[in-house]
């Protein structure tokens, strides 16, 4: 049975207000990627709090080789996949490539993935250019995530899946996006792959909430794709990932032990962190 489906006691829905509530509270907002319905029971039951239906589907799901080929028709049928199986967690789907180009384009994509998938708020990558995209979607009350540091999406001008903001200009440069899309109305950031040290620099100095992979445990919360934090992703391990499973003997208790360590700081260990 899914958990919408279920006569269990719900736990109190996490939304935009409780997210900056946490921030203030310092109390850690866990998040994991997920792309159907039994997962995002198991993530339901674990107590995870931020569910994203990353773009991330095109690797771990579709075996490509980047996210760029991933549709919005695709994103629709995993994110309402998802919507089935959660009840309280923040429902998050990603804008996928090309998707938010400009400001029509945009709240088409996002009142599709809102009204058909079921998703709370959309999720878009990049800094300077996609602020006047934010500042669209908040005017009409959409939720936005935005998505800095290592952006899948600019994959081909990254030249790689590189740490970013290591140079100061670099570091100056994510400072500066971070707060302007927060100034432009975004409720949540991803940093991605970005020092330890700049990504608590910007979590001080923003009012919005950062969720770090590969960004340290200053953050004010964690993700991580859940075919990587299971141990499923075939290849090497990115070094910011952690098998949870391994030591565990279910799925649900790898969940549980990613929660604790998240809400307890525990992870990500230095080791995780660049
Ligand atoms: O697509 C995705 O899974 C993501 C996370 C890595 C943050 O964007």
């Not at 109190?12 to 029971?41: E, H, M, N, W």
């Not at 490539?97 to 993935?113: E, K, Q």
């Not at 009012?207 to 794709?225: E, F, K, M, R, S």
């Amino acid at each position: 049975m899914y958990a919408n489906q279920a006569n269990t006691p719900e736990r109190a829905a996490i939304t935009v207000p409780v997210l900056r509530q946490r921030k203030s509270a310092g109390d850690k907002i866990v998040s994991l990627t997920c792309y159907d319905a039994s997962f995002a029971a198991h993530l339901e039951s674990a107590g995870v709090d931020v569910v994203l239906v990353g773009d991330s589907l095109g690797m771990v799901v579709q075996g490509l080789s980047s996210t760029l080929p991933v549709t919005l028709d695709q994103m629709v049928y995993h994110c309402a996949a998802v919507a089935r199986g959660l009840r309280s967690p923040l429902l998050i789907a990603d804008m996928p490539f090309m998707s938010y180009r400009d400001v029509p384009t945009a709240l088409a994509t996002a009142t599709r993935l809102l009204a058909e998938g079921g998703a709370a708020m959309v999720k878009l990558e990049g800094g300077e250019w996609v602020t006047g995209i934010v500042r669209a979607l908040a005017e009409r009350d959409v939720p936005v995530c935005a998505h800095i540091g290592l952006t899948p999406q600019s994959v081909h001008k990254l030249g790689g899946y590189r740490v970013q903001g290591k140079q100061p200009a670099d570091a100056e440069r994510l400072l500066a996006e971070a707060g302007a899309l927060a100034e432009a109305g975004a409720d949540l950031l991803v940093l991605e792959c970005v020092p330890a040290e700049l990504a608590s620099k910007i979590t001080n100095e923003i009012a919005i909430p950062t969720i770090g992979i590969g960004a340290g445990v200053g953050c004010d919360g964690q993700v991580l794709v859940l075919y990587d934090m299971l141990g499923i992703t075939p290849g090497r391990r990115p070094r910011f990932s952690k098998d949870f499973l391994r030591g565990h003997d279910s799925i649900d208790a790898a969940l549980a032990a990613y929660v604790n360590a998240v809400r307890r700081s525990e992870f990500p260990g230095v080791e995780h962190s660049f």
